[in-house]
Nanobody, 124 residues
Framework: HVQLVESGGGLVQPGGSLNLSCVAT????????MGWFRQAPGKEREGVAV????????EYADSVKGRFTISQDNSEKTVYLQMNSLKPEDTAMYYC??????????????????WGQGTQVTVS
């Protein structure tokens, strides 16, 4: 069993920055990929950024490339999402996700089975 807890969300002005954190607890040694998804009101949950724990390979949504950076702290079982140049359209609930059945960075919601409760990001 794996538990994911996000933190770092909040209210920020357009052009500002936020850093999200996701801490994994439980049987974390089986995890191969972790990442971030987001869901805005009236929209589908979409992949934002994912990272493989072994190789550190990453994948980003086109909408955040060049602005967001995902990274990990292997010893602390923590994944981060540095969000720069934030836009109002980035406003959403951001969810941390993890999976042990894949070993490559896939931006597909269906590929992930462990989810956090989410942290709200509002850009206004």
């Amino acid at each position: 069993h794996v538990q994911l807890v996000e933190s770092g969300g909040g209210l920020v002005q357009p052009g500002g920055s936020l850093n999200l954190s996701c801490v994994a607890t439980g049987k974390t040694n089986v995890l191969n990929c972790m990442g971030w998804f987001r869901q805005a009101p009236g929209k589908e949950r979409e992949g934002v950024a994912v990272i493989t724990r072994i190789h550190g390979g990453t994948e980003y949504a086109d909408s955040v490339k060049g602005r967001f950076t995902i990274s990990q702290d292997n010893s602390e079982k923590t994944v981060y999402l540095q969000m720069n140049s934030l836009k109002p359209e980035d406003t959403a609930m951001y969810y941390c996700a993890a999976e042990n059945g894949i070993s490559w960075p896939i931006l597909s919601r269906a590929s992930y089975h462990y989810w956090g409760q989410g942290t709200q990001v509002t850009v206004s």
